[in-house]
């Protein structure tokens, strides 16, 4: 969906003791609200969701009772408010969409997932090296807390460089298979890392997400094996074309955008890194505050410097 919300009470927790029932309550008042059209209800799921339509516009889904999911959308406004975020995640889940690699429901990463991706890169990448916060700070309830928020960081790279950068560094340094894209940690580790050891099915040799706050998820649930392939060959794809001087597709309608398959790597992510360690376009060195990268640079560590 476009919009996650969730509905529920402080207080008088007896009035509705069960999300099922708040949800027969709130369905009957957007059912006669026009601008909404309810698209389905779900009641069995463990967490009862509406599926809506805001003025057939706005996918959403309304949730009862799932508080869960409050202190990360609270850690995601933290992050949104630094530097050049907001537009990085904004470009990667356009991408992801246009490119067909964006959607649970179809075996695909969620949107979520691609947000914790581009966050996680901004906060490894050496030349940006991007704060970690701490995820015991934020609670869910109220605004960013103030401990929490960012302090003395910049990134003075155009979007455009981060776009590339991103690609360049899930297709090219990311270690497929070992590596866990981690914000909570904020730095590159490998899955077999103690720090990791509730992470479900981390001995799978597959692109590992962790939930910042139920640490036991991995993300890479929903995601098909066949579809991770895809979703590496697109990455690859993405990089090709930026670095011939094309958009990826989703971004910029009415130009010239690289077709789907256009620049595909190898069908095996982890075989794909190793092969980009041998040629390629190599990095050039640039420090924390510089302007931004070259246009065909990409960077990041080296399989050894993996801890």
Not at 73 to 101: C, I, M
Not at 281 to 306: F, I, L, M, N, T
Request: with cysteine; hydrophobic share 40%.
């Amino acid at each position: 969906s476009d919009l996650d919300i969730t509905c529920f009470r402080d207080g008088d927790v007896e009035l509705f003791p069960t999300a099922l029932e708040m949800l027969e309550h709130v369905l009957p008042l957007v059912e006669s609200h026009k601008s909404f059209k309810i698209v389905d209800v779900i009641k069995a799921a463990m967490v009862p969701i509406v599926k809506l339509r805001f003025r057939e516009e706005l996918a959403v889904d309304l949730s009862f009772k799932n508080m869960c999911p409050l202190p990360n959308t609270q850690l995601l406004r933290a992050y949104s408010e630094l530097p050049r975020v907001r537009e990085l995640v904004v470009l990667v889940k356009l991408w992801a969409r246009a490119a067909g690699v964006c959607g649970a429901a179809d075996g695909h990463l969620s949107a979520y997932s691609f947000t914790l991706m581009a966050i996680y890169f901004m906060q490894v990448e050496p030349r940006l090296r991007m704060q970690c916060l701490d995820t015991a700070l934020f609670t869910g309830l109220g605004s960013v807390p103030k401990d929490a928020k960012g302090t003395g960081w910049s990134c003075r790279w155009a979007a455009s460089d981060l776009l590339l950068q991103f690609f360049s560094f899930y297709a090219r340094e990311f270690q497929w298979g070992t590596e866990v894209v981690s914000i909570r940690l904020g730095s590159r580790r490998l899955v077999l890392d103690p720090a990791f050891e509730a992470l479900k099915g981390r001995r799978e040799e597959r692109l590992h997400i962790e939930d910042p706050f139920q640490l036991g998820r991995n993300l890479h649930c929903v995601l098909r094996v066949e579809n991770e392939y895809v979703l590496y060959q697109r990455l690859w794809a993405a990089v090709q074309a930026m670095l011939q001087g094309e958009v990826p597709r989703g971004l910029m309608p009415g130009r010239r955008q690289a077709p789907l398959e256009q620049g595909c790597g190898p069908a095996e992510p982890r075989k794909a890194h190793a092969e980009a360690q041998e040629g390629g376009a190599r990095p050039a060195e640039e420090s924390p505050d510089s302007d931004g990268p070259h246009a065909e640079s990409s960077h990041g560590p080296r399989a050894q410097d993996v801890p």
